[in-house]
């Protein structure tokens, strides 16, 4: 069974406007991950948290994690066209847990 | 280019056939681990090898999936009797890692071998 889950499950947005999506997840971690996936190909890891963390910043992106909540957000800013793809959170033991993604389109 | 890369990126083969995937991984990465995807999911984690040795393998992975890290280096992924069910992105990753236990390394994936059995 996967671990995460991410909300929405498909973003549709203005190239220039926020894209803001969610992740929950199952049991306590010691970091979470979120991976870009571009239709068809392989995942590119985006940021790592770890659980003693409230925010990472990486460029555009910025990642928040409540491990009170279970949860962690992934915002982008200022979106682009090249922004759009598949976005993942994972849970790490070792191996990674994935949810089933939300699927982000930016328009022009 | 050094990053971790999968041969071949696409297989058509016919329920019953058995099908060999490679993964070459970004060279002094110590771990190797296979990832299924179906369409709309995510990953699912399949086996994780350190160095040559196997260290877990998912229950996805039935007894006709086998894979193999012989010298630690690249590692085979062949399935036997191939179904319907069995098409699928099959991903491959490595990370550099210190100990069995580290929780905090980064994979770094390849590009995927898309199996489509007719």
């Known amino acids: 069974s996967q671990q995460g889950e991410e909300d929405p499950q498909a973003l549709s947005i203005q190239e220039g406007e926020n894209a803001t999506m969610n992740c929950s997840y199952k049991t306590s971690i010691n970091n979470l991950q979120w991976y870009r996936q571009n239709s068809g190909r392989g995942l590119v890891h985006l940021i790592l948290?770890?659980?003693?963390?409230r925010e990472k910043h990486s460029g555009r992106l910025r990642v928040t994690l409540d491990t009170s909540k279970k949860s962690s957000s992934l915002l982008i800013t200022a979106s682009r066209a090249a922004d759009t793809a598949s976005y993942f959170c994972a849970t790490v033991d070792y191996k990674l847990s994935f949810g089933a993604g939300t699927t982000v389109t930016v328009r022009a | 280019d050094t990053g971790v890369s999968q041969d071949p990126r696409h297989k058509i083969t016919k329920r019953g056939q058995n099908v060999t995937f490679r993964c070459d991984p970004i060279s002094e990465h110590n771990r190797l681990y296979w990832y299924r995807q179906t369409l709309g999911q995510g990953p699912e984690f399949l086996t994780y090898f350190q160095n040559e040795a196997q260290l877990e393998k998912s229950r996805l992975l039935s007894d006709r999936f086998s894979a193999e890290r012989p010298k630690g280096s690249f590692s085979t992924l062949e399935i036997q009797r191939t179904e319907q069910g069995d098409s699928a992105m099959y991903l491959c990753?490595?990370?550099?890692?210190?100990?069995?236990?580290?929780?905090?390394?980064?994979?770094?994936f390849g590009p995927g071998t898309r199996l489509t059995v007719l």
């Open positions: 990753a490595s990370s550099l890692s210190g100990s069995r236990t580290t929780l905090t390394d980064t994979q770094y």
């Open positions: 948290i770890r659980s003693n963390e």
